[in-house]
């Protein structure tokens, strides 16, 4: 089974703050992606990476940044977190054929204060 | 763009009743089309697919078919339990210059009773 692992299930930060949030898949998916998940809202797209060191910005990505140095891990960045960053991120991979599905990790919902 | 629209939930079921979630789309190419599931607590999980016009996905007992001439993908369910309460989300994904993005709907929460 593909595996889809966020270092953490809940942060609280502080306004200001640099945030790291981290994602390790196991199955040498060649896509990445961070979502933001909010009520009413659903489902944004941040931040994807089709290879190692590619990144391309999703629906929303002010106030993010995203790293991809290594096939495995994409690391998602608020470099100055804010309240209205508090929010359930979500990251997924997938392989790189058209009709490959994404799987997903449990998510970490962060909370800036 | 590409756009999904699903209907507003919460949606609340009696156990063994039928379960229809619409879901319809607009699409600038020719999308592969998608049904998540997110438990409470957890991710979002692959429920089912349909690649090409006429497929249909199924798992679970959920179905869904891929209607082209209604830009469509309704999910189905004979008879729900308890533990199917989750949200829902339809998806696309149309590819195109290196991209492959899934495009959500905004979730449809069901809520299944004894």
């Known amino acids: 089974d593909v595996k889809v692992t966020q270092s953490s299930r809940y942060l609280v930060k502080r306004t200001g703050e640099k945030v790291f949030l981290e994602c390790v898949q196991d199955?040498?998916?060649?896509?990445m992606f961070w979502y933001r998940q909010d009520p009413g809202l659903g489902l944004r797209l941040i931040y994807f990476?089709?290879?190692?060191?590619?990144?391309e910005k999703g629906d929303i990505p002010e106030g993010y940044s995203v790293s991809r140095e290594k096939k495995e891990r994409f690391s998602l960045i608020l470099e100055s977190a804010s309240t209205n960053q508090t929010s359930m991120y979500l990251c997924?991979?997938?392989?790189?054929?058209?009709?490959?599905?994404?799987?997903f990790g449990n998510g970490t919902r962060l909370t800036v204060t | 763009g590409n756009s999904v629209t699903q209907m507003e939930g919460p949606v609340t079921l009696s156990e063994e009743a039928f379960l229809t979630i619409n879901c319809t789309y607009t699409?600038?190419?020719?999308?592969?089309l998608f049904w998540y599931v997110q438990y409470p607590g957890e991710g979002l999980q692959l429920l089912l697919k349909a690649t090409k016009a006429d497929d249909k996905g199924s798992n679970k007992g959920f179905e869904a078919t891929y209607r082209k001439e209604t830009t469509s993908f309704h999910l189905e369910k004979g008879s729900v339990q308890v533990s199917d309460s989750a949200v829902y989300f339809c998806a696309l994904m149309v590819s195109g210059a290196g991209s492959y993005q899934l495009t959500f709907g905004k979730g449809t929460k069901l809520s299944v009773i004894p």
């Open positions: 699409a600038t190419g020719y999308p592969s």
């Open positions: 997924a991979s997938s392989f790189s054929g058209t009709r490959s599905p994404l799987h």
């Open positions: 199955m040498d998916h060649e896509n």
């Open positions: 990476s089709y290879d190692v060191k590619m990144k």
